[in-house]
């Protein structure tokens, strides 16, 4: 089936460092990919959509100058969380949009990110 | 704009319990409904899905109606088990939100033996 790959599981950073997380599509071409935040026991909160060779659209009242989202190709899309503070800690998840099995989504397995 | 309201959490039931989580939504057209499960610290994985009105979704024993006189999409399990222990999320695509999923508070769902 369709998978999405998205590492690292977890990492640990210093505040004002940056931190890149990516996510693949390993067996699909992703259209779109999406990023969200997720904090403890609460629902996901869309951060940006991000279409192949094109900039991201962001949600409103997320910083793009801080969350950076690339996406170069058809099956990767980065987000770089830049001079990461602790308010940052959160989980991240991808979520890549499956042109060939009927625009269906697929999510990755998160990042848990820790800024100390 | 669309939205999805699901009963509040957390839900607490013994094995072998039967299991409703309420959802209801607010969309305009013919949106799709998911249920979407996330076990600790993962993602979410599509547990099943309803594109039109009056579809069921099934699967691993979980089933929801799409009922579109009541912008309903209730998950009902007839016999829990410990390992369906997770945070269970209502969504829906379509509406004012295009490609974009709007999602549900979600519900975690304890399940003891």
């Known amino acids: 089936g369709a998978v999405v790959s998205q590492h690292p599981s977890w990492v640990i950073c210093k505040s004002g460092t940056s931190v890149k997380i990516e996510c693949r599509s390993l067996d699909f071409q992703a259209t779109t990919m999406f990023w969200y935040r997720q904090f403890p026991k609460q629902s996901l909160m869309l951060m940006a959509t991000?279409?192949?060779?094109?900039?991201?659209?962001?949600e409103q009242g997320v910083e793009k100058d801080k969350f950076l989202i690339n996406h170069a190709s058809l099956t990767l899309s980065t987000l770089t969380v830049t001079s990461a503070h602790p308010e940052d800690s959160s989980f991240y998840i991808c979520?890549?949009?499956?042109?060939?099995?009927?625009?269906?989504?697929?999510f990755g397995s998160g990042t848990r990110l820790t800024v100390v | 704009g669309n939205s999805v309201t699901q009963m509040e959490g957390p839900v607490t039931l013994s094995e072998e319990a039967f299991l409703t989580i309420n959802c209801t939504y607010t969309a305009t057209g013919y949106p799709s409904l998911f249920w979407y499960v996330q076990y600790p610290g993962e993602g979410l994985q599509l547990l099943l899905k309803a594109t039109k009105a009056d579809d069921k979704g099934s699967n691993k024993g979980f089933e929801a109606t799409y009922r579109k006189e009541t912008t309903s999409f209730h998950l009902e399990k007839g016999s829990v088990q410990v390992s369906d222990s997770a945070v269970y999320f209502c969504a829906l695509l379509g509406g004012t939100s295009g490609s974009r999923l709007t999602f549900g508070e979600g519900t975690q769902l304890t399940v003891n033996p």
């Open positions: 979520s890549a949009r499956n042109r060939d099995r009927g625009y269906g989504y697929t």
């Open positions: 991000s279409n192949e060779g094109s900039k991201a659209t962001y």
